[in-house]
């Protein structure tokens, strides 16, 4: 088993490694840039060591300092976490290299499948369906996709082969529109990942964005631990998920899930690994994309199907075998999650900054916190926004709903703005109640209305009757007249947006 595991990542995803590893024994090495001096998974940690200044680039994007912090802790391995360099091939084959465990697929599965059309054909191959499309493995000239869109037929979607989570994509409607965005989804696609091949698929509309949770271990097994339903989202960045999905049955589940299973067989696929689905109207289902990765929403999985997916990571990449058979796995409850950003809904979800003044974190039945933030954080501006994620678990669906409304009211964080407000009003709305949402629900069929909650109409309307009793009392003291009709509606506008 190993011993001492490096975590090589910042907040709540590097609190819920090091909790993974407590339970298991073994120790954690945290990394920390200078923004970092007191968060939560330094503290946490067995070891922490300083590893350069704020920027990522500077600090977490820096694979050499992690290995040489592996090294001088004597540290037997690395788990990367999400984003940062959790996808880098040249970054786990490095690891290995340095006599290190990697806690994560094999470097040449994440290499694969972050060449989108590589991972197309290789999916192809295993006989999962994927949209009707067009691509190589090489370039293709402008000329060629343009040959071949009329095969495909529109509306399409142009995609960069480097890509993935919807960077560099380009809807296209119309013929005459695809050799603009052919061009643009290049130079996008060029300037993000210094390579500008492209591809094109069928835009599948008003879809489902589902997901199929994997373990895969060193002997070949491999089970799937059901769906997560990802379609709510806002530009790419998911803001919900759930596992079940509303839409998807057992008999669905299974057929989904069996063909994710032998894809991942097909390429000796091992830790734990997602397939992006769409899901259309109909409920076909088509790949998109695998991640090679734990993800930020894996804690639903945990919650219904009660395997613990970090641990299971560690474990397998001590050359364990799994833990469970397929029949082994079964799906309880209902499990919702909210990624709370440091975002304002108000705003156009601008970032916001600055220091956590207060904080009172939900607690009780079925709740689950994965945070990263801590009374007097300070949150800035080099890093992505999400503070925490609320998990809830419930026996049904409608058990969950009710129960994240609770949590999220309990969830009072100060000093900056979150996207808690929204979450609420989600909660509330009867779409997301009823399930009937697509992934164009939020930007589409939604909008946020900030006097939505009504325990704080309430709060201000007691605040506002108070101010004007007050008011009128001085203004008796005073000899002057009552308060203005304005001036009340302003001071309880105040007083609302200073309670929200
Ligand atoms: C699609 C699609 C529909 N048809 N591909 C977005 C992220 C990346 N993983 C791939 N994504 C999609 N690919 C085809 N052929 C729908 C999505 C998609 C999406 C598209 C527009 C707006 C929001 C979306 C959310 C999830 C998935």
């Known amino acids: ?139 293709m000239t402008d000329a060629e996709l343009l040959a071949a869109a009329p095969q495909i037929g529109f509306p399409l979607l142009v995609k960069a082969a480097a890509g993935g989570g919807g960077k560099g994509m380009r809807n296209v409607y119309r013929a005459e529109d695809l050799p603009e965005a052919i061009r643009t989804a290049r130079r996008e696609a060029q300037s993000a990942f210094g390579d500008d091949r492209v591809y094109l698929e069928k835009f599948i509309e008003n ?15 491999v089970i799937h631990l059901g769906e997560r339903e990802c379609s709510i989202q806002r530009r790419h960045q998911k803001l919900i998920e759930e596992a079940p999905s509303p839409v998807v049955d057992e008999e669905l589940r299974q057929k989904m899930g069996a063909i994710a299973v032998a894809a991942a067989r097909s390429v000796n696929y091992c830790s734990a690994g997602t397939m992006e689905f769409v899901l259309d109207k109909d409920r076909n289902f088509y790949f998109l994309e695998m991640n090679t990765r734990l993800q930020v929403e894996h804690p639903v999985t945990e919650m219904v199907t009660g395997v613990d997916i970090v641990k299971e990571m560690l474990r397998i990449a001590s050359g364990r075998k799994l833990r469970y058979e397929q029949d082994d796995i079964r799906v309880k409850g209902w499990a919702i999650e909210c990624r709370i950003l440091a975002e304002d809904p108000r705003n156009n979800f601008m970032p916001s900054i600055g220091r956590i003044i207060g904080l009172t974190n939900p607690t009780g039945p079925g709740v689950r916190l994965d945070s990263g933030i801590y009374f007097g954080s300070e949150v800035t501006p080099y890093y992505d926004s999400m503070l925490a994620k609320l998990i809830v678990l419930g026996e049904t669906r409608g058990e969950a709903i009710l129960r994240m409304r609770r949590a999220l009211e309990e969830f009072r964080i100060t000093g900056l703005a979150t996207t808690i407000p929204l979450h609420i009003q989600l909660m509330n709305s009867t779409r997301f109640q009823a399930g009937q949402f697509d992934t164009g629900f939020l930007e589409n069929h939604f909008s946020f209305n900030q006097t939505s909650n009504p325990a704080s109409i309430r709060v201000a309307a007691v605040a506002a009757t108070l101010m004007a009793h007050q008011r009128n009392q001085q203004a008796i003291l005073l000899h002057q007249g009552g308060t203005s009709p304005w001036r009340l509606y ?6 609302d947006r200073r309670l929200r």
Request: net charge neutral.
């Open 207 to 221: 879809a489902r964005h589902i997901e199929i949770q994997l373990l895969g271990d060193e002997h070949g097994n």
């Open 490 to 495: 302003g001071r309880r506008e105040a007083l």
């Open 1 to 139: 088993m190993l011993k001492k595991v490096l975590v090589a990542n910042r907040g709540e995803i590097a609190v819920r490694i090091v909790r993974a590893c407590q339970e298991l024994g073994l120790d954690a090495v945290a990394v920390y840039s200078e923004a970092d001096r007191m968060a939560p998974h330094v503290r946490m940690a067995q070891e922490a060591y300083t590893i350069g200044p704020a920027q990522a680039t500077e600090s977490y994007l820096r694979g050499d300092r992690m290995i040489e912090v592996a090294k001088k802790s004597g540290a037997d391995s690395i788990h990367p976490g999400y984003g940062f360099l959790a996808e880098n091939a040249d970054f786990a084959e490095a690891v290995i290299a340095a006599n290190l465990i990697w806690v994560g697929p094999p470097p040449q599965a994440i290499r694969l499948m972050g060449d989108k059309v590589m991972a197309r054909s290789i999916m192809a191959q295993a006989g999962v369906p994927l949209v009707p499309g067009i691509g190589k493995s090489g370039q």
